[in-house]
């Protein structure tokens, strides 16, 4: 037999550049894994074993599945870090029993949520990015009146404000503050968590009618009903609810510059005078990050205006509205936060 002669350099096949590209490539077989993984329901099956742990087929019985793919997907998770196998058997890794069993630390919302709406409209990315529309399925306000729907969009707001709550808590002395009014605060609970940290304070969520019931029955549970308001209105037709402090946290991003500044304006009327305006955001600033970049992608595909924006960008919108002494600080996810104060001369 006659040996072929050794292929060139640049036909070999399993470098590390196209490993990388490989990896890059196929990313989206990596996240369908955690996202199939919580849909299924298979961190909160393994956690409530006897042991913590499950057999292949005793797992694969207990979510329902199809014994063709059952355990190379279980093997999958635990090739992932998900899962962790010994003799034959599964458990949760520590990462997936902290934050991925449904419970108090429960912090699988925003991914449930990524895996029902993000996943499929980042399917179409390619056509997004040639018509700049979103290409994310349904109706907003349909959603809202769906109770299951506006359940997981709500745990999707939670997942995305929770991690930032001790960021803002840190940002500022608020003991000079005896009011906050969340713009945008879903079912209350960046204020109610606010709010349980600093006794002093009370706080108003306003959002969308349809969001009352939610914000009442959440706060309750965190313990902070009387001192947790909630308004109901539009951002744009209603004013917003006067405080000391005012947060727009997650929602600039989903409107047009113009809708950014006009709500900015608005902040600046419901800011008592001496008060402070808190914005926070995926913002892009000079350097590349991709976390910020995705988010911004996010509204490409999910609002027909929205994206990320410059913390500079930001900044003078808050100063064209009379703001004053804007400062900016990094948070986690790719967000940015700034704040700005109303000076002590306004008048509200």
């Not at 390619?126 to 009146?145: I, K, V």
């Amino acid at each position: 037999m006659t040996s072929l002669p050794p292929a060139p350099e640049s036909a070999t096949l399993d470098t590390p550049q196209t490993s990388e590209l490989a990896r890059l490539g196929l990313g989206f077989a990596a996240s369908k894994l955690l996202l199939s993984a919580l849909e299924l329901g298979v961190f909160s099956a393994l956690a409530q074993t006897a042991d913590g742990s499950a057999e292949a087929e005793e797992l694969r019985a207990a979510l329902g599945l199809h014994p063709r793919a059952a355990s190379d997907f279980f093997d999958a998770l635990t090739a992932v870090g998900l899962l962790e196998r010994q003799y034959g058997r599964y458990r949760n890794s520590d990462t997936a029993q902290q934050h991925l069993v449904r419970g108090p630390d429960y912090q699988g919302g925003f991914l449930e949520g990524a895996g029902f709406v993000l996943y499929p409209a980042w399917g179409r990315l390619t056509e997004a990015l040639r018509t700049g529309e979103p290409q994310a399925e349904g109706d907003f306000e349909a959603m809202l009146s769906d109770p299951q729907a506006r359940r997981m969009f709500l745990a999707m707001q939670d997942s995305l404000s929770q991690p930032l709550i001790p960021h803002l808590l840190a940002a500022l002395d608020w003991s000079g503050y005896a009011t906050l009014t969340d713009v945008g605060g879903a079912r209350g609970n960046l204020a109610a968590r606010i709010v349980r940290e600093r006794p002093g304070l009370t706080a108003t969520v306003f959002d969308r009618p349809q969001n009352a019931g939610p914000c009442a029955e959440h706060t309750a549970d965190l313990g902070v009903a009387d001192r947790t308001a909630f308004v109901g209105g539009d951002f744009f037709t209603d004013a917003l609810p006067p405080a000391d402090v005012v947060v727009i946290g997650h929602v600039l991003a989903d409107f047009s510059r113009d809708e950014r500044r006009a709500l900015i304006e608005k902040a600046y009327a419901a800011v008592h005078a001496g008060g402070t305006l808190l914005v926070y955001d995926p913002m892009n600033g000079d350097k590349p990050e991709l976390a910020s970049l995705i988010a911004s992608l996010h509204m490409l595909v999910m609002t027909p205006a929205g994206a990320g924006y410059h913390p500079d960008h930001c900044a003078g919108w808050m100063e064209q509205a009379g703001f004053t002494g804007v400062t900016s600080r990094p948070l986690p996810l790719g967000n940015t936060l700034l704040a700005a104060r109303k000076p002590t001369a306004a008048t509200s």
